[in-house]
């Protein structure tokens, strides 16, 4: 049946995200002690597509997590413009981030670091048997996270709950690491209490835009949610900062403009002032919060309600901007198991 694929892939997500805290749990400490961050100039991670956003969140999760400074590059950068984008001095470590690890553009990259930066390069995906694992020096590898559906959901998500334990190793923080048990049990009411809210949004004809805000380490995962209504239902979706959002691409807010922003803890009051301003231009909000703000400048709220800290409950903001991606997919006669143009792994001639 038309999407379902998808919609089995995305409604997964409570056991794939276990079964990442156990593969991740076990590879960390070794990968931690192998390759201690304090040992390197930069923490360098680096994807594709999706992949890249998650790179994005990764590197200011780091950030966050343990002080080292981090970046997220799209992989064709690493090696199409080193000058402009790798350290002249230094010897960063590389976390290639790559559901498939058979993506041309980031085992080019992978192999330029290490011949010459000599950096050490880390895999984070879901196939075992790839490339980039039998070529990096280390591996996190989610296999339940694998889907038959080009876009990515539940391999993403996967990725992120892997990476967020790595990091937490990395950083120590044991805290942080147990709070992170929290997620499967939360995702699994997340699904089952916003599925059909987000399935009617996704349904409704009413918006020709979607605009989708983050900031800080959410940023990433806009751009991940933008991807998704992209690729799924063709629509026109964007993804901004909150506060880029006013420095001009505000000119295009309709009422046909859905506005889905992501609340941070770190900048939330200045978030809920730009919702706020959209609102007042005619623009529908969607607001993901972990608590609900008094008042909500929002006409639809997510309440994820888990007291987490934000760079805990990362990964919770997507599985329901998933399923709008999905249902708009669905409304529009489209197959979101098969996004048009789209191949579910890069390989380039090389
Ligand atoms: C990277 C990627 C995906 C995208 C599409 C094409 O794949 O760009 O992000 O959704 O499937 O490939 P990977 O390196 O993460 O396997």
Known sequence: MRGQHTW????????VWAAALRHAGEAAPGIVD??????????LFIGCGSTHYLSQTAAAL?????GVRSRGLPSSEAFLFPTASLPRGGRPLLVAVSRSGETTETIIAARALRENLGAPTITVGNYPDSTLVRECDAAIIVPEGREQSVAQTRSFTSMLVSLQVLLGTAAGATHYLDSLAA?????????????????QLGDDPAYDTFIFLGSGPFYGLACEA?????????????????????HGPKSIVTNRTLIAAILSD?????ELRVLSEMRDLGATVLLIADRAPSPCPADHLIELGTGLPETARLPLVLPPLQVLAYSRAMAKGLNPDRPTNLDSVVVLEE
Not at 8 to 15: C, F, P, R, T, V
Not at 34 to 43: H, K, N, Q, T
Not at 266 to 270: G, L, M, W
């Open 62 to 66: 780091c950030n966050q997590l343990t």
């Open 266 to 270: 770190s900048a939330r009051d200045q």
């Open 183 to 199: 997620l499967p049990e939360a995702v699994s009411g997340l699904l089952s209490g916003q599925s059909e809210a987000m399935r």
């Open 226 to 246: 933008m991807l998704k209504m992209k690729e799924m239902s063709l629509s026109h979706s964007e993804a901004f900062h909150h506060m880029e959002f006013r």
């Open 8 to 15: 089995n892939e995305i409604q997964s997500q409570s056991d």
């Open 34 to 43: 192998a390759f201690p961050l304090a040992d390197y100039s930069e923490a």
